[in-house]
């Protein structure tokens, strides 16, 4: 009987399996997603402000091509002849061609650029609809988050017109299903650009407690920038004249110089009254993309642990680069050219001695002529004070010496006291530090500003200008120093512009500042674009840096069509020849 | 539904019930009792006992006896038993039978078992192999499943020589984008690996291959199912058996067979001529550069690599150095050249211990039977620090309760660890990593494994660019890394048999998964790119997932017509948990007995969880046959899946084929060397969403610390959080469906002396879910949505064919050829994409999906020579970075000039044709099986060359002795290498090209063994029933053209396939092996 009873009980349960089973179908097949938030979660006021941080950590490229960098190393500053790949051939070797102008459309790192960009528009756009349609932002709040993210949608529309030229405007009012993909690539989207910066500028607060956030003058700042770019002198110099008079950081710090040079990329001096609007960096979040994730190649190599980063050898100053920072006896940059093109600080009896083919057991005599101090805060090289690490040895740090010479990069560099404390150390390399990168800061501003005076205005203002960007760097206090001896390093001979001559040389004047001013960051090659001056700029530069590195440069020459990049052929593939098309000489 | 499903239902049991009745009916006149035995006397239960010319029947209890009625005196029985030989019997005036049955060993006895249901060859209609279990012994795989390899036709297996290691296991061709493996079924439950399965548990192995097998899976079928079940214990059987396998065995690394590296000073050499080759590319004068082979043109390698600090000196101040080194241990090396080379393969390998130990206990009474299964197995990686190790517990059991209920239990606990494991996906993924095997080749040979202090030396000497001592690499960072992994895995049934033939059964099973892991990685400054921190990590999950199945089965025959009905219900959840990781550097010790996470500098904590898709089915299943002569199955299934939105949920997938025994026609019974012929054609849908991620559905948003997160407020250490959109759903998204059709001819000829089964099959996956590229103006971060829009087509036949005899009388041989044809082809993509890209390897793209190539096919340009003079460079077609011996590409569009437009397809990773022999010879108490796999017609993208092929690819690091043949005038177009020299462009190291693609066709000798059954009466008085040793030989023997180190490279799978960075090698083992039987 028993037994009877266990089968009645295992018939029941099987019975109520069969029941259970139908009983819950519907709901049992709804499973909702995990570890994820879906869009009306975000509809709170700390959602929007979310998706905002998260429109700003776009900034940084992070989770793309190193390429994306906001700091443009590869676009910026290896294709404006500042720096060359550096490191060996075979390292990373899409970037051999990119330094030789001959960018192929289907390369991947263009392709994940194109992306990083857009990734930040579509963060941008999202941020923009989750606060129109939040019923929980205040009106104040919503205009600042819109602004905000207009002008950080400003800001990678720009990058993507500096790169590309043509390309889809997507707003907000478009999205996936929405016809997205239909948007023809077009040049003319700088009076979109500008609608975005004068959007922020008009309504952007002058400063918050989150000093990473775009205030009121970033924004002013970045639209006499565009104002610069479409040759608009006048409006740009109306612009910067404000922005210069008035503007403050977004923590509050009138805009002026930091006294000393290297004061400027310095992590224990992140967002001083120079930095006008940077890309913040941190450690300790649990991921190096956070921490300048972009620039970790960097570093001299094979330092051990009298040097920083170790890795990986890459972008090595040009032998051009270094003798732009020759003087005269009077403190002066040399400004003349020969016939030919060649610039007269890359001849033979100005270029800046340097160890190229010798190794560090070799003798090396340091040069001893008039150099402009900035050399030493920009490129590193061998018998100077390395930060603060060591005297820079030479071949010991330099990954692949004949194929990419004697320098190392030094700006973005962080100090030896930082190790672990402004650095993060969680990776592979320790080449993670937690200096800003900074977009514009305020003596790009000044430079710029200069530029649309001498165009638009008064020479005796850009003068003005350019020997405030000079007198910083005259600063004895700054220079870079012997550790043993606290001598100067090399014969640093700086001072300013008495005149700055006839418009034309004021130009001249005004374009040597940026490079020595701005040497590095990214700048040089939209500049030379923008100048009309990159064929003649870079083909002297190709062929002089040719003569030593034939390796890396034999052959190659710059086009006017290589001032703009392909259109990445995966996009067009994605979106058809009808929607994308690809940019002329591709 | 709910309603309608019950009504028909009980309308079914009705009908059953009336028809039960009415056969009932027939039944009259005298009893006839019996016995059914085997060759031991034991009772046999289950046999089939059918008088003949009638629909009477019965079927043996546990001890094999039956009990019988007939009608008149000259009645005959038809005995059948799946295993035996039928037999025939008059009962003449006999009221009780005793018959011995034989054991058949022809494949048609072979159970097919399809989980819901149990079929013999025989009757099968459909597509289904069956692997014996004994074939799963015999190597020291860490895998069952690796023992398929050749054994099946229809199934492409690859895998590695890693122990404890995942395998591609591809049913019939490769049917989407990705997920395609296939469905495992243990003991009736899901599961999504088989790595717990001890092989001596397993009974019996079925791999279903056609929709008309398969599809009673439905959905989750379409790449195949592979059903394995448990060893059980025999019901009535006197006393227990109890069962030892032990082996014992030797994995040696093959030193020999690795690739050639130059020697110190040959390496020093080339490295002087490709000084004096850049000289004459850029017309310059040559320097010798190498900070280790001194200025002039004779290079010498010095008697110091590096001494503190110094490069390729001869002399050095040891004092000083020592004194150094004791103040500043970890950044004072004193490196001294290795002259005579280090073999750096030889270094971090190692001849690798196996042993496995299986004990059995199986016994059963009339009422109840068990198993038990105890097993244990070490396995040394050749690798150095890499090994595996699996206990595991089985206990399967069915009691009777009474006469009409059963309830049984099949249970397993398994316990898993995996040390110093390589590749990701447990392992598969391990040849397209940049793996210490690859370091292995990187590293020059000049460097000693260690320095004069007895430190690790590594590159800190200048001027070998960046490769890490793969010995260092092994030793500190893997050698306490392991991978746990506890795990249950079990199901409980009731059959229940409210009437005769008609079982119904709930199964309720599913797999508990706990998993941990922990890695250190060690400072370590000797390395031009040294590990700045110690680091340590751990992580734990866990997962349930869980099955409920409910079946109905019933049988009967009605005169000439024999039906077998199965309706069944499912329930599933694919597993849902939690997992946490952790990691940190720099803990104040790196005692393994302090560092937990509370120790280590900058914490970062991540975890996640996860639901697992729930699936929902109904299926049914009718098979019949008319007199045993023509038989039709039909099949149906509807799932539904919560992956899918509402409006798609439901999937429907039925089948349907039919088999024609042609044997049993009248007019074949004057073809008496035909034994058996049976054709059969299947067609039917199965449906698959493996590649689909759960939340396809649903529009997401996500944070994320290295992709979302900002540091908003200026701070200097942490970051704020943000939000980005991190998946765009697709709530319209549908099943896939496999369309599968196939013809097939199962045939015995001789009375079982030749076998043939050959399939011909065609499988057309439709509505492929395709992760559609999304144009960068949606943003990139997020997800793009699976979309049904693409189409792939699988064709290939497979062909069994088995020849087995006497050559004496004392010598038996059996010969099985399996032989696999397959070609995969993508029919379609999205509208307006012609191609899907893979991944990238040091800017090489090597895989370019396209319409009408296989999956995973290599993409680049062609090779077609070098350009041997400057003539040939000036007057060639326009190509980026040409020059005197370097790559010379094919203009594919005639253009005038390379781009790459030109690239082409340079072949396929899936093998065509893949197959095995085996032979078996016994001869009186001894057996000699050898088995040959073959794999043919696919490529293999030798990206090691790489890094060993071409000076510039990381100049000074270790290269190949191929650059002894590098292009030189004399050597023009027969070099096997450009030119020695810096440059890297696309005509040069930098592009995909021909010269990476290798033939991938091998044959190996992959098992050889000798079996001793030691005689009765010798062990008889030991008190062992059986016992038998057993040698083998494993991959003794490869043949193959291929130039890497192993032929067999998987790779991640499915769209990375076949790309050999540095594989993990199969390589040659020996084990001796024991079985004893109590």
Redesign the interface.
């Known amino acids: 009987m028993k037994k009877y009873q266990i089968l009645k009980r295992l018939s029941l349960v099987s019975a109520s399996a069969f029941m259970l089973t139908f009983a819950c179908k519907d709901q049992f097949l709804e499973v909702p997603p995990t570890a994820s938030l879906a869009q009306a979660q975000l509809s709170s006021k700390a959602g929007v402000e979310g998706a905002l941080i998260g429109t700003y950590a776009q900034l940084a490229g992070k989770g793309f091509s190193r390429l994306a960098a906001p700091n443009n190393w590869v676009w910026g500053s290896i294709r404006g002849g500042e720096n060359n790949k550096g490191t060996d051939p075979g390292d990373y070797s899409n970037i051999n061609v990119m330094q030789r102008y001959e960018v192929p459309a289907n390369d991947g790192d263009l392709n994940s650029t194109w992306q990083a960009k857009y990734e930040g528009i579509a963060r941008a756009n999202a941020t923009i609809n989750l606060a129109n349609g939040s019923k929980e932002l205040s009106a104040s709040d919503k205009t600042r988050v819109v602004a905000e993210a207009r002008f950080l949608r400003g800001h990678f529309y720009f990058e993507l017109k500096r790169l590309f030229n043509s390309v889809p405007y997507v707003d907000e009012t478009q999205d996936y299903g929405k016809g997205i993909e239909k948007v023809v690539n077009t040049p003319d989207i700088w009076g979109k650009i500008e609608a975005d910066f004068k959007f922020a500028y008009d309504n952007l607060p002058e400063t918050s407690s989150s000093a990473g956030r775009a205030n009121k003058w970033a924004a002013g700042a970045y639209l006499g920038k565009v104002y610069l770019y479409q040759n608009k002198f006048a409006d740009a110099k109306a612009t910067f004249t404000t922005v210069i008079a008035n503007g403050k950081t977004t923590n509050g710090k009138k805009y002026g110089l930091v006294s000393k040079f290297a004061e400027v990329f310095n992590a224990e001096n992140d967002n001083n009254e120079e930095a006008i609007f940077a890309v913040q960096s941190s450690m300790n979040t649990g991921n190096v993309n956070n921490a300048n994730g972009f620039d970790d190649l960097n570093y001299p190599y094979n330092t051990g642990a009298d040097g920083p980063g170790n890795c990986c050898g890459f972008f090595q100053p040009s032998f051009s680069m270094a003798n732009a920072y020759r003087v005269s006896a009077d403190g002066l940059p040399l400004l003349g050219e020969q016939a030919d093109g060649t610039p007269d600080y890359n001849l033979a009896e100005n270029s800046v001695k340097n160890d190229y083919g010798k190794t560090t057991a070799d003798a090396f005599t340091e040069d001893a002529d008039p150099l402009d101090p900035r050399i030493d805060h920009t490129i590193g090289r061998r018998g100077i004070q390395y930060l603060d690490w060591i005297e820079h040895p030479g071949a010991n740090w330099i990954r692949n010496q004949p194929y990419a010479g004697p320098y190392s990069p030094k700006k973005y560099v962080y100090y030896k006291r930082q190790e672990n404390t402004l650095t993060d150390g969680s990776s592979w390399t320790r080449g993670y530090a937690t200096m800003n990168f900074n977009i514009i800061r305020f003596a790009d501003v000044l430079l710029m500003a200069a530029e649309a005076e001498i165009e638009a205005g008064s020479l005796a203002t850009a003068l003005g200008y350019i020997n405030q960007v000079r007198s910083r760097a005259a600063n004895p206090a700054g220079f870079v120093k012997n550790a043993k001896t606290g001598a100067n390093e090399a014969n640093y001979v700086i001072s300013t512009y008495s005149t700055l001559g006839d418009q034309a040389n004021a130009r001249k004047i005004v374009r040597m500042e940026r490079l020595l001013e701005l040497a590095t960051e990214g700048h040089r090659f939209f500049d030379l674009v923008r100048w009309g001056t990159a064929n003649k700029t870079l083909n002297a530069y190709l062929k002089y840096e040719s003569k030593w590195l034939v390796t890396k440069f034999g052959g190659a020459s710059y086009q006017d069509t290589d001032a703009i990049l392909p259109i990445p052929q995966s996009q067009i593939d994605i979106q058809g020849t009808s929607v994308l098309k690809q940019n002329p000489g591709y | ?2 309603n309608n ?1 019950y009504q028909s239902l009980r309308s079914f049991l009705l009908l059953a019930i009336v028809m039960l009745g009415s056969f009932s009916s027939f039944a009259q006149d005298r009893k006839v009792t019996g016995k059914v035995t085997d060759a031991n006397s034991e009772g046999i239960p289950g046999v089939s006992v059918a008088v003949k010319g009638t629909t009477t029947g019965a079927t043996t209890d546990a001890n094999g006896a039956f009990s019988v009625t007939v009608k008149s005196g000259n009645a005959v029985l038809t005995i059948s038993a799946v295993g035996y030989k039928t037999k025939t019997v008059s009962v003449g005036s006999q009221s009780s039978v005793s018959v011995s049955l034989d054991e058949d060993v022809s494949q048609l006895s072979e159970v097919i078992v399809t989980g819901y249901s149990v079929t013999n060859k025989k009757e099968s209609t459909a597509a289904a192999s069956i692997v014996k279990a004994a074939d799963l012994q015999i190597a020291p795989t860490g895998n069952v499943e690796q023992m398929l390899q050749g054994r099946v036709s229809g199934v492409t297996l690859i895998t590695n020589g890693q122990p404890g290691t995942n395998s591609i296991i591809r049913v019939r061709g490769f049917g989407a984008f990705g997920g395609n493996e296939p469905l495992y079924v243990v003991d009736g439950v899901p599961v999504g690996s088989t790595d717990f399965l001890s092989p001596d548990d397993i009974e019996s192995t079925t791999v279903l291959k056609d929709a008309a097998a398969a599809s009673i899976y439905g959905a989750r079928a379409a790449n195949g199912v592979i059903v394995y079940t448990t060893k059980q214990g025999s019901r009535g059987k006197k006393g227990l058996n109890i069962t030892y396998n032990g082996m014992y065995g030797a994995t040696d690394p093959n030193v020999d067979g690795a690739p050639k590296m130059l020697t110190p000073q040959e390496q020093a050499d080339w490295t002087h001529v490709a000084y004096r080759n ?1 000289a004459a ?4 004068a040559v ?1 010798y ?1 190498h ?1 280790q082979y001194g200025s002039s043109a004779q290079a010498v390698i010095p008697t110091y690599l590096h001494a503190n ?3 390729g000196v001869n002399n050095v101040d040891l004092a000083a150095i020592t004194a150094a080194r004791a103040s ?1 241990p ?2 004072v090396f004193l490196i001294k050249a290795n002259k005579a080379g280090t073999n750096w393969y030889d270094e971090i390998t190692r001849v690798g211990a196996t042993q496995r130990h299986s004990l059995g206990i199986s016994g059963g009474t009339e009422s109840g039977r068990f198993y038990l299964g105890l097993s244990g197995q070490q396995q040394d990686g050749i690798l150095i620090q890499n090994d595996f190790a699996r206990y595991s517990a089985r206990f399967n059991s069915e009691f009777s ?2 006469k ?2 059963k ?1 049984g239990e099949n249970l397993q606990f398994t316990y898993r660890s995996v040390r110093g494991q390589a590749g990701g996906n447990n392992g598969l993924g391990v040849a397209g990593d940049e793996s210490v095997i690859l370091s292995a080749y990187r590293m020059p040979t000049v460097i000693p494994v260690y320095d004069e202090f007895g430190a690790f030396a590594s ?2 000497a ?1 001027g070998f ?2 490769p890490r001592n793969p010995v260092r690499q092994i030793t500190l960072n893997n050698s306490n890394d392991n991978n746990y992994n506890a795990n249950a895995v079990g199901n409980i049934y ?1 059959d ?1 048999e409210p009437i005769k033939d008609l079982t ?1 059964r ?1 199964s ?1 099973g599913g797999q508990y998964n706990a998993a941990a892991y922990k890695d250190y990685n060690y400072r370590y ?1 000797g390395d ?6 110690n ?1 340590f990590s751990e992580g734990q999950s866990y997962s349930f997932a869980w099955v ?1 199945t ?1 079946t109905a089965n019933y049988k009967f025959n009605w005169r000439k017509h024999g039906f077998k009905v199965l309706a069944g ?1 499912e ?1 599933l959840n694919t597993g849902y948990g939690r997992s946490i990781r952790g ?4 803990p104040f010790s790196m005692d393994l007995d302090f560092v937990t996470m509370n120790a280590v ?2 914490p ?1 904590v ?1 975890s ?7 699936f ?1 089915s109904l299926f049914g299943k009718l098979d019949y046959n008319f007199n045993e002569k023509y038989y039709f199955t039909g099949v149906v299934r509807r799932d ?3 992956r899918f939105g ?1 409006e798609n ?1 439901y999937g429907i997938f039925p089948a349907f084929s039919a088999a024609w025994r042609v044997t049993s026609e009248e007019f074949m019974k004057d073809l008496p060397a035909i034994t058996d012929l049976k054709i059969r054609g299947g067609w039917g849908t199965m449906g698959n969403s493996n590649n689909v991620d ?2 396809n559905q ?6 994320n ?24 759903g697709n709530p319209a998204a549908k099943w896939e469906t496999a369309v599968t059709s196939n013809i097939g001819v199962d045939a015995t000829l001789l009375n079982g002396k030749w076998e043939v089964v050959f399939d011909i099959w065609r499988k057309d996956t439709e509505d492929l879910l395709f992760n559609v ?10 997800s793009a949505p699976s979309v049904n829009v693409a189409k792939m087509r699988n064709q290939g036949i497979d062909m069994q064919i088995i020849n087995r005899g006497n050559l004496t009388s004392d010598i038996k041989y059996e010969l099985t050829f399996n032989n696999s044809f397959l070609k995969n082809e993508i029919v379609q993509f999205a509208p ?4 899907l ?1 893979g991944g ?1 390897f ?2 090489i ?1 090597p895989i370019r999906m396209e319409i009408g190539r296989s999956l995973s096919s290599f993409y680049g340009y062609q090779v077609i020579g070098y350009f041997n003079s400057a003539a040939e460079v000036a007057s060639s077609p326009e190509q ?1 970075g040409k020059g005197v011996g370097r790559f010379r590409y094919a203009d594919i569009n005639g253009d005038g000039k390379i ?2 437009a030109d690239r082409t397809y340079l072949g396929s990773p899936v093998p065509t044709y893949t197959g095995g022999v085996n032979v078996g010879l016994t001869y009186k108490d001894f057996d000699l099986n050898m088995y040959l796999y073959a794999s043919a017609g696919n490529k293999i993208w030798n990206q090691s060359k790489w890094f060993t092929d ?1 000076f ?5 690091s270790g290269k190949g002795v191929r650059a002894k043949n590098s292009w030189t005038p004399a050597l023009g177009n027969a070099a096997e290498a450009p030119i020695w ?6 005509s040069t ?2 592009a995909e090209n021909s010269w990476y693609v290798e033939d991938g066709d091998y044959i190996r000798l992959q098992n050889i063994s000798l079996g001793y059954r030691i005689p009765k009466n010798i062990i008889s008085k030991i008190g062992v029933k059986g016992a038998k040793l057993t040698l083998s030989a494993n991959n003794l023997l490869t043949f193959t053209k291929y130039k890497g180190l192993d032929p067999g490279v998987g790779g991640a799978a499915d769209t990375s396939f076949g790309i050999d960075v540095g594989n993990y090698p199969v390589t040659r083992s020996f084990n001796a092996s024991i079985n004893l039987n109590f």
């Open positions: 539904m709910k499903f850049n590319a850029n017309g310059t320097s550069t900070p600090g110094l490069n500043n970890e950044n309760l009474g009409k209920v309830v590159t800190k200048a660019n960046n009731v229940y119904l709930t309720i400054l031009s790119e040294p590990e700045a921190s680091s409920m409910n219900l329930a990691s940190g550097i720099n500098q900058s970062v991540n996640n969880l996860f639901s697992g898709v729930n929902y539904g899946s919560s509402s949920r759960p939340a649903y529009s997401l948003y996500a944070a610390r290295g992709n979302s997160f900002y540091p908003i407020d200026g701070q200097s250490s942490g970051a704020n959080e943000g939000y980005y959109r991190s998946r765009i590229p999304l144009p960068a103006v949606v943003g990139s971060a997020a307006g994409i012609t191609n890209v990238s040091r800017g793209t980026s781009t790459p071409f510039g690819t990381f100049e000074g020299e810096s440059a890297s462009n696309i190291s930098a």
